[in-house]
């Protein structure tokens, strides 16, 4: 089990930029796909980027393409969000998650951290 830790969330006006990060207690090959989720109050979580550890191989959903990165430290065992050009529909709360191989947001994870909130104003 690896245990993550999110940070950065916050209010940010439409337009604007946002990094959230994800410190990891360890990892190992449970953690050999990093990604961000987000969910808006009744609605289902969406896969929003994932990355392969070690190749740096991404995936992001069509929603956040060109938009949004993600990246990985191994050093400090953190991965990150950056988000440019906020809109209103980013705002949810984001979850950092990781799994094993094979990696895809499509997949299920079973390492969640607790979740940070992001708000975007108009």
């Known amino acids: 089990q690896v245990r993550l830790v999110e940070s950065g969330g916050g209010s940010v006006q439409a337009g604007g930029s946002l990094t959230l990060s994800c410190a990891a207690s360890?990892?190992?090959?449970?953690?050999?796909?990093l990604a961000w989720f987000r969910q808006i109050p009744g609605k289902e979580r969406e896969g929003v980027a994932a990355?392969?550890?070690?190749?740096?191989?991404?995936e992001y959903s069509d929603s956040v393409k060109d938009r949004f990165t993600i990246s990985q430290d191994n050093i400090k065992r953190i991965h990150r969000l950056h988000m440019t050009n906020l809109k209103s529909e980013d705002s949810a709360t984001y979850y950092c998650?990781?799994?094993?191989?094979?990696?895809?947001?499509?997949?299920?994870?079973?390492?969640w951290g607790q979740g940070t909130q992001v708000t975007v104003s108009s």
């Open positions: 990355i392969l550890v070690g190749s740096g191989r991404r």
């Open positions: 998650a990781a799994r094993a191989l094979p990696c895809g947001l499509d997949l299920p994870f079973n390492n």
């Open positions: 360890r990892y190992t090959e449970s953690s050999s796909c």
